[in-house]
């Protein structure tokens, strides 16, 4: 079976993969895992080690374009402990769901990060080593900012925040 590896949406090219691993199971095991097979994406991915206290559930790795400047060294931080307003923590909220559904989640949106206005795509993936108890989670994140001109929904104040941050207006919405 083909599978969507080639897809130019990030989250559609590791979830490929993670299909790929998985070989029929449930779900594919962390020991599965190989950087390199997922060359240049690798970098906007981060993997979880899930507790059955989901408080103390830790990032075991960051890639490099979810790193956040402000954080301190990477020492295998509780994800309890993202910035706000970061990638990792608008990535890494659906984490239950994903244990509770036991199954992977898409999700996505408007945000803000570096207070600037973004739209944003997510993907959480369980991982198992013994192929019924979720003890990581793969995950992966990419976005692009929401210059002036690009259309909004008027529902959505979430941007118009940001806009005023940075010195501008909300756009105009094409009639």
């Keep these: 079976m083909k599978h969507a590896i080639d897809d130019r949406r990030l989250t559609m090219r590791i979830l490929g993969h993670w299909r790929s691993l998985a070989e029929g199971r449930r779900f594919p095991r962390r020991s599965q895992l190989d950087p390199q097979l997922f060359g240049q994406d690798w970098a906007s991915c981060f993997l ?3 507790d059955p206290r989901m408080d103390r559930s830790r ?30 923590q608008l990535a890494t909220s659906k984490i239950p769901e994903v244990v509770e559904r036991a199954a992977p ?12 206005p973004i739209l944003y795509r997510s993907i959480l993936l369980p991982l198992s080593e013994s192929g019924e108890i979720i003890d990581g989670i793969l995950g992966a994140v ?21 806009w005023r941050k940075i010195g501008g207006q909300r756009p105009a919405l094409n009639d």
Excluded: K
């Design 105 to 116: 989640i898409g999700f996505g949106g408007p945000a803000i990060y570096n207070e600037a």
């Design 142 to 162: 990419s976005y692009r900012e929401v210059a002036e001109r690009d259309e909004v929904h008027p529902a959505d104040d979430r941007f118009a925040e940001a």
């Design 48 to 50: 979880i080690d899930v």
């Design 59 to 88: 990032l075991a790795y960051v890639g490099d374009a979810l790193r956040d400047p402000s954080w301190p060294h990477f020492e295998r931080q509780r994800v309890a402990e993202c910035i706000d307003d970061t990638l990792l």
